[in-house]
């Protein structure tokens, strides 16, 4: 059956890549920070050494963050930490810190205002929830069997639904790389 052999093709190991997820969790931590601060100049990205000291002196508190930011922003920007996590070839365990260590690394690092226990929780758990939905939904997108315009609609929709996936298969050519059997 040829659902069997794609089924266990899919299984098979990826390499795992930990130490390039982690550069790119710090990588998008640090472009949304750039990107908040230079270009919208939101007033909770003026982050200076001063703050940051502060941060860690005050450790985490509750915020109270409007409903939309604690519960969507923040478990969607989990997503993105755990799925690069997943598209470096850790499974849903081994992801699970990179979401948590992202959060980690925003709240003391990216705002001026003092970590937030909530926003940890949120981002972690939310983000690990979503992730692993995103994750999943976009390998039943892809079929890297496709060619054409049929083949770029999908690896496009996959792309909006997992953008950290969309972005791992664009640098390493699997967006064009046509193989005999189903993603």
Do not use: C
């Not at 939309?68 to 810190?97: C, D, K, Q």
């Amino acid at each position: 059956d040829s659902t069997l052999v794609a089924d266990s093709i899919m299984a098979l190991p990826q390499k795992k890549h930990p130490w390039i997820a982690a550069a790119a969790v710090a990588g998008l931590n640090t472009y949304v920070q750039i990107y908040n601060r230079y270009v919208t100049k939101e007033d909770f990205a003026q982050t200076t050494m001063r703050t940051l000291r502060r941060n860690f002196r005050t450790g985490l508190v509750w915020d109270n963050d409007k409903y939309i930011m604690n519960m969507f922003a923040h478990p969607y920007h989990g997503n993105l930490y755990f799925n690069i996590g997943r598209t470096n070839g850790m499974n849903f365990w081994e992801s699970v810190p990179y979401a948590l260590g992202g959060s980690l690394m925003w709240e003391f690092f990216g705002e001026k205002d003092p970590p937030a226990v909530n926003d940890v929780i949120t981002t972690t758990v939310g983000g690990v929830a979503l992730g692993e939905i995103t994750f999943r939904v976009s390998d039943i997108v892809l079929d890297d069997s496709k060619r054409g315009f049929g083949r770029f609609l999908r690896e496009a929709a996959a792309f909006l639904i997992s953008p950290m996936k969309g972005i791992a298969r664009i640098i390493r050519g699997d967006s064009w790389r046509v193989r005999s059997t189903h993603y």
